[in-house]
């Protein structure tokens, strides 16, 4: 532990201004990881615990959001015309207690730095969304989920406490004992309770810095679902469909399972990350590359399946191998839709999903198929039990139509949508989708009578109650 | 790193402190973090310690408290192995502000000039006594010419430029080393939504220019290296162009 812990001042009370010059404000625009939104803010970036109390309390026409590492790929971050706070250079980890895996952070350290820091001493986060540049105030604000989803349940659940700083400027440290009701609605909460300037939670020992993973190939969704029910046990899941077959091969792909190696020891070689330079052309992504790419990488899979030794890093962020990947989607972006529907319902959901994205033919590739447990920290989390699907859209003039059409499906069977995810869902599908908003509009005007936290989010869906 | 030294980082807040001090810290070097803000330097320093399992002190240090110098210097300079110092505070009042009271020009000058001379003067024996070690000093493009925009802290850095090819003149007979560093933009809280600003390089990136430098005992350097050329043509107009200028 640090001699930071034993310092009174660090609840409760800011410490002044030091040695520092007054904060300033820069305009420039923000864009989300998926593009599609773009919002001309005015941003103040703290490097200092001490910046944040003087930033909040300054008087914002259009309300203050947190943005972060810009991974969300709608518009939770956001706030057009507005303020922003971004917590990117509170990146420092701030204690680690060796005996429990209790770690303390700031809410700008990522997952990458989790990893590269504490892997190699046999140390692992507990919870890990599929993106390492997402970072641990994001990961609460989202309340995120991981390939573990089932048996761990969400981030939000690993963290035993977390300092906010409320719309008044004052520090609090919450919960899920203390002040459990703000915590609940801070976790999955968006930002918009507060920012988050300390994050308590307990990573877990690991005998490798490798998995055992098994591949196998399904032919359809029923072998899909057979699969999943098969491996309930595992430590890891996560299923890849090809969103663009159709009839008998509805719902093919792939499912990853993977248990911890032992004994494989604790130094992986880091791959070098390739990068997309350039907005690729709008055209790149259609129906004929997305299929070509598709058959190939369930090809890469033998029918017969394969097991092989991955590193935790390759295996939890394929896609951060490649740096800006959100550019092959071109200039105009792309929307991620992501939804999970109950157990009860979710075959006959699942189904319908599909059916209709494949009536499109105008999905990504890496369709995202898994099962979720009831592990949920906040109100707005998005876990239910049941399964989960993830997929992209490029940006097209019939994209709005087809994610709302989605949208509808969800909701029919019980389902909700991924807020982290989400830019284009209505206001009025909220309170179906998400019955703890009463609970989470009572809490927030609890903590920010004067609406002084906003977003882009906040507004379009009308997560305050007074919108 | 072959041999043990220490890093002592004046102005250790600063997100180029920061990043230099993870660079070296990384490297297994013994860090001490001088800054006023002692608590957000205890941050850095548990933050260090749990990634690179390095020494790291933070000590309380005021440019202006003149007075401290002398015992901060030697007590510094007790630490284990090499003893080397990469000076990074200054500060920057807008001309504008300045012009409008004066009094300023005391506090811009006092530490970026006056406190950062101080420092060094007084850590200069220990070193040479030692016989080794580094110091690098990070002045700023602004030193190169006087600009109607910036010219009290430009006078104060270049005055700090002069300073340090002094100082390198004089440890080099004791076989340490002195590297001046003029810097351009970086992206720390001082340019920040200024106007103006351009091309700015990371903090990360400037630190690993300047321990880069340093190890290959530059001299003096550009960081980053395209200001060079730049600063070759503004220092290069005749002044009675200049003087009409407003760059």
Not at chain 1, 2 to 11: E, L, V
Not at chain 1, 72 to 84: E, I, M, R, V
Request: hydrophobic share 45%; glycine share 8%; charged share 25%.
């Amino acid at each position: 532990m640090t001699a930071a812990d034993n310092n009174p001042k660090r609840a409760g009370v800011i410490p002044d201004l030091k040695g520092q010059q007054p904060m300033r404000w820069k305009n420039f625009e923000l864009k989300p990881w998926g593009r599609v939104c773009r919002a001309p803010t005015t941003a103040a970036r703290p490097e200092r615990l001490s910046e944040i109390a003087p930033i909040v309390r300054e008087n914002h026409s259009n309300g203050l959001s947190v943005y972060a590492a810009g991974r969300s790929y709608g518009d939770s971050a956001l706030n057009s015309n507005g303020q922003n706070c971004l917590s990117e250079r509170l990146d420092r980890i701030l204690a680690f207690d060796e005996r429990t895996g209790v770690v303390d952070v700031e809410p700008g350290v990522n997952f990458r730095k989790l990893m590269n820091v504490f892997l190699p001493k046999g140390w692992l986060v507990p919870v890990s969304p599929g993106t390492s540049f997402a970072t641990i105030g994001g990961a609460v604000a989202h309340d995120v989920h991981g390939k573990n989803h089932e048996r761990e349940g969400s981030f939000g659940q690993h963290v035993s406490e977390l300092d906010l700083v409320t719309a008044n400027g004052v520090s609090h440290r919450i919960g899920p004992q203390s002040r459990a009701d703000w915590f609940r609605a801070t976790c999955g909460g968006c930002g918009l309770t507060g920012v988050i300037t300390r994050v308590e939670f307990k990573m877990r020992r690991v005998p490798s810095a490798f998995v055992e993973a098994k591949e196998q190939r399904l032919e359809n969704l029923d072998g899909f679902f057979a699969a999943f029910e098969a491996a309930k046990g595992a430590s890891y899941s996560i299923g890849w469909i090809d969103a663009l077959a159709r009839g008998a091969a509805l719902g093919r792909g792939i499912l990853e399972t993977a248990e911890p190696a032992a004994e494989a020891g604790f130094v992986w070689r880091k791959k070098h990350a390739a990068s997309v330079p350039v907005d690729f052309p709008a055209m790149a992504l259609n129906a004929l590359s997305v299929k070509a790419f598709n058959s190939f990488y369930i090809g890469r899979v033998p029918k017969s399946g394969r097991q092989r030794l991955r590193a935790y890093e390759d295996f939890f962020y394929p896609l951060d191998a490649i740096e800006q990947w959100n550019r092959i989607y071109g200039r105009r972006g792309f929307h991620q839709f992501q939804c999970v529907v109950p157990y009860r319902e979710g075959e006959k959901a699942i189904r319908r999903l599909l059916e209709t994205i494949t009536a499109s033919q105008s999905a990504s590739p890496l369709t995202v198929l898994k099962r979720l447990g009831p592990g949920r920290a906040g109100y707005l989390s998005f876990p239910m039990e049941g399964y989960t699907l993830a997929l992209d859209f490029p940006n097209r003039a019939a994209t709005e139509a087809l994610y709302r059409a989605l949208a509808g499906v969800t909701l029919e069977h019980g389902g909700r949508i991924y807020l982290a995810k989400d830019a284009l869902l209505s206001a009025e599908a909220m309170p179906p989708m998400y019955p703890e908003l009463g609970e989470f509009q009572r809490v927030l005007e609890e903590i920010d009578p004067d609406a002084r936290f906003q977003s882009d989010m906040s507004r379009r869906l009308h997560l305050r109650a007074r919108a | 790193m072959s041999a043990e030294e220490t890093w002592i980082v004046l102005g250790a807040s600063s997100p180029i402190g920061r990043a230099f001090a993870r660079r070296v810290a990384a490297q297994g070097a013994h860090i001490v973090l001088a800054g006023r803000d002692v608590e957000d330097l205890q941050r850095t320093a548990a933050d260090l310690r749990i990634a690179s399992a390095a020494s790291v002190e933070a000590a309380a240090f005021d440019a202006m408290d003149f007075a401290s110098h002398a015992d901060a210097a030697a007590r510094w300079a007790e630490r284990p192995g090499r003893v080397n110092a990469i000076l990074l505070f200054g500060m920057m009042p807008e001309q504008r502000e300045i012009d409008a009271d004066p009094r300023l020009l005391i506090d811009c000058v006092g530490v970026t000039y006056t406190g950062a001379l101080s420092i060094l003067h007084h850590l200069a024996p220990h070193i040479e006594a030692r016989k080794t070690g580094m110091i690098i000093g990070v002045g700023s493009v602004a030193g190169d010419r006087g600009r109607i925009k910036n010219y009290v802290y430009g006078s104060a850095k270049a005055g700090l430029h002069t300073y340090l090819a002094g100082l390198r003149n004089r440890l080099a007979r004791a076989g340490a080393h002195v590297l001046t560093v003029k810097l351009g933009f970086a992206d720390t809280a001082m340019t920040w939504g200024a106007p103006g600003v351009f091309l700015v390089a990371s903090p990360d990136a400037v630190a690993r220019a300047c321990l880069k430098a340093a190890r290959a005992r530059r001299n003096v350097c550009y960081i980053p290296s395209f200001w060079f050329p730049i600063m070759l043509i503004i220092r290069s107009i005749p002044e009675w162009i200049f003087k009409r200028l407003s760059i």
